[in-house]
């Protein structure tokens, strides 16, 4: 699976845009982007996923390079519960992930 | 979706002990995942439990130190043995749901 490169930590003002970055260089043809954050004190929950073309859910919405080496998370109004770990990963079995290190999203009122 | 739930949800056990942890999920599914989550790190993939098989270890992951059990398609046990301080982390179960992965709250274990 491919590696995934994410900054550690951004902070973000409440109910203003985020875009959380990953670079993910080495993706293949067939891998898919997917997005879980992980809120303190509890397990991963599922935010989006995508192959090429960008994509919207009611959560966030995902926008997707050209050459696929890089993905944006993008939240459009951040919320105090928006504060979580954001993890990007890749793959092409939607069964195990491999998750890289993550983004800290801190959200200030 | 998929409920999981884990047993116990945290637990402090003395070194050179063993701590088995239980996975139900409210539905069937074919593989079942074990994750491992240090003290602020990211989660690491332990192996991946079939029904009916043996687990799938990754790399850096033995059967003898994380031994699975898979008995039916709603349950899965991991154990964590000969435990030592290093051990000390968060285990989460996983399952797939369509084309989403669903966690378990985790079960925190510290190991003195």
């Known amino acids: 699976d491919a590696k995934t490169t994410q900054p550690n930590s951004m902070e973000s003002n409440e109910e203003e845009p985020v875009h959380l970055p990953c670079n993910h260089s080495t993706i293949s043809g067939t891998d898919y982007i997917h997005w879980y954050r992980q809120l303190p004190s509890q397990g991963p929950e599922y935010v989006i996923h995508g192959l090429t073309s960008n994509v919207n859910n009611r959560m966030a919405s995902l926008a997707i390079a050209e050459d696929r080496k890089s993905s944006t998370l993008i939240l459009h109004r951040a919320t105090l519960r928006d504060a979580a770990v954001y993890y990007c990963t890749t793959g092409y079995n939607f069964n195990k992930f491999y998750f890289g290190s993550g983004t800290k999203l801190n959200v200030k009122p | 979706s998929a409920v999981i739930s884990q047993k116990p949800s945290r637990d402090i056990c003395q070194r050179g002990t063993s701590l088995t942890i239980q996975c139900q999920v409210d539905?069937?599914?074919?593989?079942m995942f074990w994750y491992r989550q240090q003290p602020g790190q990211s989660l690491t993939l332990i192996a991946t439990?079939?029904?009916?098989?043996?687990?799938?270890?990754e790399s850096g992951f033995v059967i003898d130190k994380f031994p699975i059990s898979r008995p039916n398609l709603t349950f899965s046990t991991l154990t964590v043995s000969n435990m030592s301080p290093e051990d000390s982390s968060i285990y989460l179960c996983?399952?797939?749901?369509?084309?989403?992965?669903?966690f378990g709250q985790g079960t925190r274990l510290t190991v003195v």
């Open positions: 539905s069937q599914v074919t593989m």
């Open positions: 439990a079939n029904q009916g098989s043996e687990a799938t270890y």
């Open positions: 996983s399952v797939l749901g369509g084309t989403e992965a669903f």
